[in-house]
């Protein structure tokens, strides 16, 4: 599986009532991306990774919006 078929699986498996959160995230992930500049690093990647899987899963708690990005809490 591609990283790109793993990112749409994530996506179809989460809850409607999380789909908007992981929407902001991965655009502030895309509107963060330079085209001229360095790659992210696998840890950054793999905390990514992390917290997809925690939204897909259901492991995070919503926060009350800031003006900027809403946060999220894992859930133990």
Do not use: N, W
Not at 7 to 33: F, G, K, S
Not at 54 to 76: C, E, M
């Amino acid at each position: 599986m591609t990283s790109k078929e793993a990112l749409h699986h994530l996506v179809d498996e989460l809850p409607e009532d999380q789909t908007e959160l992981a929407r902001v995230l991965l655009q502030d992930l895309h509107d963060a991306a330079d085209v001229d500049g360095p790659p992210l690093d696998a840890e950054t990647l793999a905390s990514l990774d992390r917290g997809l899987a925690d939204i897909a899963s259901g492991r995070v708690a919503r926060r009350i919006h800031t003006k900027t990005l809403p946060l999220y809490t894992p859930r133990p």
